[in-house]
């Protein structure tokens, strides 16, 4: 998948422009759903975030993360700033590799950008259950921890530990390629 | 350069954080530590690839969303003006930013004996609140303890409690129930951020 769209961001083509919306737009729409967004609203948040992709393509190097991070991270701060009426305090990734150019050492290639993506995917593949739950309450329906503990009838240090169990394992996954 | 950062948030907090779901004092929090420490930079853009491979996952729904009219892009680089370069005794990027204040100009409300506080305004809907401490060198805060989730980043200075030193870049987390007394450095006193999910509990 993240190939895919790293292909489709890097040909400028019109197909390449109608193509990003039908493959991705289905996706993002979902996301905004489950937070609540109705069809209309998550159509113009997909559009939105498909549009901003595209634009920042242009842009794209190994230092600021794979389109599909991208595709994530503006899809995510909509959802704080649209339908959650939050003030968004996550910057996206090339802002910040914009604002810390010298201290940040840029991952070498997109060879290894694309590594760490199909490390990641390995790894949530792999998550016992309870924790996949978890990550995909946090990740894909946007809910806090103490949401997460209601909604699954568990205390909330359950809900930090398996979380936590993620994270560690993200972490190994991806020491090497440092 | 400010000495390593040692203390730095749980790693549920940060994947929290990198999904979007945390509570927004401790979103900013987090956001400001992250602006002053390059590891857990590294780590929230990691993390980044959860929500991309999970968003990657979701079933679709209904049809495919129609491609609006395409605009010709151009190709130069917009590039937003960004003053804000982290040096020594500031605040971080994202809070001076968003409220438009440097630490010298920030108008203090008198607590209590050597105790100054800041507010720092939230969205409307938002519970908990977000705001900056200030501690004359030696103060001492009252045991207290939290009715939700509370994090201290140090700005300036350092203070201790129970569990150690923290000093600038250190993130302290507590959870709701958990019982404290920071006491500021004796000599440089210290400047937090502070975000509290609820109440502030004294303890007598």
Do not use: S
């Given at each position: 998948m993240p190939d895919f769209l790293s292909r489709i961001a890097a040909d400028r083509s019109d197909g390449a422009f109608r193509r990003l919306f039908e493959e991705f737009g289905p996706q993002i729409r979902h996301y905004m759903m489950r937070q609540g967004a109705d069809a209309a609203t998550a159509d113009e948040l997909a559009q939105e975030t498909l549009l901003a992709v595209w634009r920042k393509a242009g842009l794209y190097t190994a230092a600021k993360g794979t389109p599909a991070t991208w595709m994530f991270s503006i899809a995510r701060n909509l959802r704080i700033d649209r339908l959650r009426k939050e003030i968004c305090w996550q910057e996206l990734s090339e802002e910040i590799a914009e604002a810390t150019p010298s201290e940040d050492a840029a991952p070498e290639d997109t060879a290894s950008e694309r590594q760490r993506q199909a490390r990641v995917q390995a790894v949530l593949a792999s998550l016992p259950g309870e924790q996949r739950d978890v990550v995909t309450a946090a990740f894909?329906?946007?809910?806090s921890q103490t949401e997460i503990a209601a909604r699954l009838t568990l205390p909330l240090g359950t809900v930090k530990s398996r979380l936590r169990l993620a994270y560690q394992k993200v972490r190994a996954a991806l020491e090497d390629l440092k | 350069m400010s000495p390593t950062i040692t203390r730095h948030p749980d790693g549920a907090t940060l994947m929290s954080f990198a999904a979007g779901a945390l509570s927004e004092p401790l979103a900013a929090a987090v956001s400001a530590h992250v602006s002053m420490c390059a590891e857990c930079r590294h780590e929230v853009r990691d993390l980044a690839l959860v929500g991309a491979a999970l968003l990657g996952d979701a079933p679709a729904s209904r049809g495919p969303v129609a491609a609006p009219v395409r605009v010709h892009e151009s190709t130069s680089r917009e590039r937003s003006a960004r003053p804000h370069r982290e040096r020594g005794?500031?605040?971080?990027a994202p809070i001076a930013r968003k409220y438009g204040l440097t630490l010298e100009d920030i108008d203090w409300t008198r607590l209590g004996p050597g105790v100054w506080q800041h507010k720092l305004p939230l969205s409307p809907s938002t519970k908990g609140e977000l705001y900056l401490l200030k501690l004359i060198p030696g103060c001492r805060l009252p045991v207290h303890g939290h009715a939700g989730a509370e994090l201290t980043l140090v700005l300036t200075g350092a203070f201790s409690d129970a569990t150690g030193e923290y000093r600038r870049g250190d993130v302290l987390e507590v959870d709701a129930g958990t019982e404290h007394q920071p006491v500021a450095d004796r000599l440089e006193g210290c400047i937090c951020l502070i975000a509290a999910e609820g109440p502030y509990i004294l303890k007598g």
């Open positions: 894909i329906d946007g809910l | 005794d500031e605040l971080p």
